[in-house]
C-alpha cells in the first residue's frame, strides 16, 4: 500500500529541483511547483493507477522504476514502457485527460512526488511561466515515448516479417 508524506515546502522544492526533470527550469516555477506537491511511497508491486480509472495526480519519478502495462482481450497485459527517476507520470491529468489508458506498477520501491492534477493546472493557466516550463517539459518526455513506441513497432514488424519480405530478421 502507497502512504503519502508531508514534507516541508523547502524539501519538496529541493527535491523537484534536483530532478533531471526541472534542469532549467527557473527557481521561482519550481517553488510553485512544490506549492502543489507532496511525497509518496510505493512498495514494489503497488499499483500507482489503473488503465481505465480516473486519477488526480501527476508523478515524477524520484526514485525507484515504474512499468507502465496496456491491457487488451486478445492479448492480455503488455508491458510498454520503464521509467525511472526524473520522468513523468499520469501526464494526461495535466492537458485534461484524467483517465488512465496504462496501468503503474512499482517494479521495485518508489519514491513519487504527486502533484495535484487540478492544482498544477490552476498554477498554469495563472502563472504563464509555470505552464511554459511544464509543457516545454511534457512535449519533451512525450516525444521521447512516441519514439520509443516507433521503435517497438519497428521491431515488431521486423520480428513478424516473411523470411522472402527483404527485412532483416
Known amino acids: 500500500m502507497s502512504r503519502l508524506t508531508i514534507m516541508d ?4 522544492t529541493e527535491a523537484i529541483g534536483k530532478s533531471a526533470f526541472a534542469i532549467g527550469v527557473p527557481s521561482r516555477v519550481v517553488e510553485r511547483l512544490a ?4 511525497l509518496k ?9 489503473r488503465e481505465g ?17 496496456m491491457c487488451t482481450a486478445a492479448q492480455g497485459c503488455r508491458q ?3 521509467l525511472g527517476p526524473g520522468e513523468i507520470l499520469a501526464w494526461s491529468t495535466v492537458v ?11 517494479q ?5 512526488i504527486e502533484m495535484s492534477g487540478p492544482d498544477l493546472v490552476e498554477a498554469c493557466e495563472s502563472d504563464h511561466e509555470v505552464g511554459y516550463q511544464l509543457m516545454k517539459r511534457l512535449a519533451a518526455a512525450l516525444s521521447l515515448r512516441l ?3 516507433r521503435m517497438q513497432l519497428l521491431d515488431l514488424y521486423v520480428a513478424d516479417a516473411p523470411a522472402d519480405s527483404g527485412m532483416p530478421a
Open 80 to 82: 510498454l514502457l520503464t
Open 41 to 49: 511511497h510505493c512498495p514494489a508491486g503497488t499499483i500507482i493507477f
Open 35 to 38: 506549492s502543489v506537491a507532496g
Open 53 to 69: 480509472d480516473y486519477n488526480h495526480g501527476f508523478y515524477l519519478i524520484q526514485s525507484g522504476h515504474v512499468v507502465l502495462e
Open 147 to 149: 519514439l520509443a513506441t
Open 9 to 12: 515546502h523547502a524539501a519538496l
Open 108 to 112: 521495485d520501491a518508489v519514491q513519487l
Open 96 to 106: 485534461g485527460n484524467s483517465r488512465m489508458t496504462t496501468t503503474a506498477i512499482a
